[in-house]
């Protein structure tokens, strides 16, 4: 478990650049699975993976077309006609709730 640790400890340093490069990020795919493996080779350009975690994103994404995954549309709108979504709870009257938003076209 440590070693894990020592294996993350850059990135964890590295935050505010990792948070720098993926705001900066505009994709250059339309589809989900190929924005997921760009945005793999994204990390190991930056330096927070290697090109190993690219190669084994390469191929979560090719086992999961393999095995009949239809995934989602890489933009929201084509693929949410509407939907609930729940975010953190916040503070009303001094007691917890939830705080639920719908999306619509």
């Given at each position: 478990?440590?070693?894990?640790?020592?294996?993350?400890?850059?990135?964890?340093?590295?935050?505010?650049?990792?948070?720098d490069?993926?705001?900066?990020?505009?994709?250059?795919?339309?589809s989900?699975p190929?924005?997921?493996?760009?945005l793999?080779?994204l990390?190991?350009?930056?330096?927070?993976?290697?090109?190993?975690?690219?190669?084994?994103?390469?191929?979560?994404?090719?086992?999961l077309?393999?095995?009949?995954?239809?995934?989602?549309?890489?933009?929201p709108?084509?693929?949410?006609?509407?939907?609930?979504?729940?975010?953190?709870?916040?503070?009303?009257s001094?007691?917890w709730?939830?705080?639920?938003?719908?999306?619509?076209?």
């Amino acid at each position: 478990m440590f070693n894990d640790f020592q294996q993350e400890l850059p990135l964890y340093n590295q935050a505010g650049a990792l948070v720098d490069k993926l705001r900066a990020w505009v994709p250059r795919s339309t589809s989900l699975p190929d924005r997921m493996v760009e945005l793999a080779r994204l990390m190991a350009d930056g330096g927070f993976w290697d090109t190993g975690d690219v190669r084994l994103m390469q191929a979560w994404v090719a086992d999961l077309t393999a095995a009949g995954y239809n995934f989602p549309s890489a933009n929201p709108a084509q693929s949410i006609n509407e939907a609930k979504v729940s975010a953190p709870p916040r503070v009303i009257s001094g007691k917890w709730g939830p705080n639920t938003f719908t999306f619509c076209d």
